[in-house]
């Protein structure tokens, strides 16, 4: 066991610090304070951190640290902390650690028997969370889902049931191939995809996975994925619902979802067509 009294400890620390996801005046106070007066700043990639260091005239010196030498910078940190050096370490946006490196180094840290402090800012996916208008908890905070197609597509179908709203980052270049498989393996469910976040250009688009599946491929920018979870609630138990095609669409209605919608995922459960459902629904 261990007890950490983090603003107590006369010990180097490790400090990780969250860095602006887009827009350099959302940084806060403490961490800059922080990145002033540690030793140190371990960095994903030294071309970004410096760009936010020369925007608020910070002068610590800098070194890398990213997925590719950890065996060589995770010593390094080691050693500065063992001379009695504190380290920040940053990513290139938002929180280390979170889609981006930082757990290898923290965690030999904490093995090590140094503090390891964590200074707030700016995440992605927190703030595509709150402006989805989907329920923002509980939420599954995914990440990247795997870049092959056949491993991402496992990965959705393991995802299918689960209740919790989903949180995904995706590329623009891999988002229409990722809505594509989403449809399949969820169905037609609510979403919002927010692009370039706290950025000039930035844009909330909140549909269906279909509508959203439309537009995809003229897409640009850093995207967040906040998907609704499954709202069925015999999905994945072996019961299926009892009443009429009529009934179940009405059901899923009374829980929020627009006609079109509840049709077209009655369709997919019960292996009908849309258009026999829309029928049956409309001549109730």
Not at 27 to 39: F, G, N
Not at 145 to 162: A, C, F, I, M, T
Not at 228 to 253: L, M
Request: a negative charge; aromatic letters at 6%.
């Amino acid at each position: 066991m261990q007890r950490q009294k983090s603003f107590e400890t006369t010990q180097p620390t490790l400090y990780l610090v969250a860095t602006p996801i887009g827009n350099l005046s959302e940084i806060t106070p403490r961490a800059l304070e922080v990145l002033k007066s540690v030793d140190i700043i371990a960095a994903e990639d030294t071309r970004v951190t410096v760009k936010l260091l020369n925007h608020y005239d910070i002068h610590t010196p800098l070194m890398s640290h990213h997925e590719h030498n950890l065996q060589k910078a995770i010593p390094k940190v080691l050693g500065l902390l063992a001379e009695g050096q504190s380290v920040a370490q940053v990513s290139d946006a938002g929180y280390p650690a979170i889609s981006d490196p930082g757990y290898e180094l923290a965690q030999a840290v904490m093995q090590a028997g140094y503090p390891v402090v964590p200074v707030s800012g700016p995440n992605a996916a927190l703030d595509a969370l709150i402006v989805s208008g989907i329920a923002p908890q509980p939420f599954l905070f995914y990440g990247f889902l795997s870049h092959q197609d056949k491993k991402k597509k496992k990965e959705l179908e393991e995802l299918k049931r689960e209740r919790a709203t989903m949180v995904f980052y995706e590329a623009p270049h891999r988002i229409t191939k990722t809505l594509s498989l989403m449809m399949d393996a969820f169905g037609d469910r609510r979403m919002a995809l927010c692009r370039e976040l706290t950025k000039k250009h930035e844009e909330i688009i909140r549909g269906t996975i279909s509508e959203i599946q439309e537009i995809a491929g003229e897409l640009k920018g850093e995207m967040v994925l906040v998907v609704e979870g499954s709202q069925d609630e015999d999905e994945g138990t072996g019961i299926t619902f009892e009443g009429t095609p009529a009934e179940h669409v009405q059901s899923y209605i009374d829980k929020g979802m627009s006609a079109k919608d509840a049709i077209k995922e009655v369709a997919r459960l019960r292996g009908l067509s849309k258009n026999q459902v829309y029928k049956e629904f409309h001549e109730s």
